[in-house]
Each structure stands twice: as structure tokens, then as C-alpha cells.
């Protein structure tokens, strides 16, 4: 008896514990969207608003003659 008792508490939790992930979870999710946490990647270059790459190099090449 206190085995049927016992099994039936578990497979309650069980049930319990399922409605509550399908509330938290996002249902619509794909990993396929998101790339590899794990895989290295190129660090991201962020430049203020209006600045673009060549006029960083532009200004470096500047600083790199001027320092000479």
C-alpha cells in the first residue's frame, strides 16, 4: 500500500513538474537559430555611430606615420 502511495505521489510531482515546464518554456524555440556556444568566433569590432573600419585604419595609418 505504501508503494502504490508512494508511486502514485511520484508520478503526480512528474505530471506537476511537466505543466509547470510547458508554462516556462518557450514553445516556439530552436537551437537551429543560435549558433555554437562552444565554437570560437572572431571577436565583434564595435564602432561608434558613424565611424566605419577604413576610417579606423585611415587613422591609424596616420598615427602610424606621424609617430615615426
Known amino acids: ?3 502504490q502511495a508512494a508511486n502514485t505521489s511520484a ?3 512528474a505530471e506537476e513538474t511537466q505543466i509547470l515546464r510547458s ?6 524555440i530552436s537551437m537551429l537559430n543560435y549558433p555554437d556556444p ?8 564595435v564602432y561608434p ?16 606615420q606621424n609617430s615615426v
Open 1 to 3: 500500500m505504501a508503494d
Open 11 to 13: 508520478k503526480r510531482n
Open 23 to 28: 508554462k516556462l518554456v518557450d514553445q516556439h
Open 38 to 45: 562552444l565554437k570560437p568566433r572572431a571577436p565583434l569590432q
Open 49 to 64: 555611430q558613424g565611424i566605419t573600419p577604413e576610417m579606423e585604419a585611415r587613422w591609424l595609418q596616420m598615427l602610424k
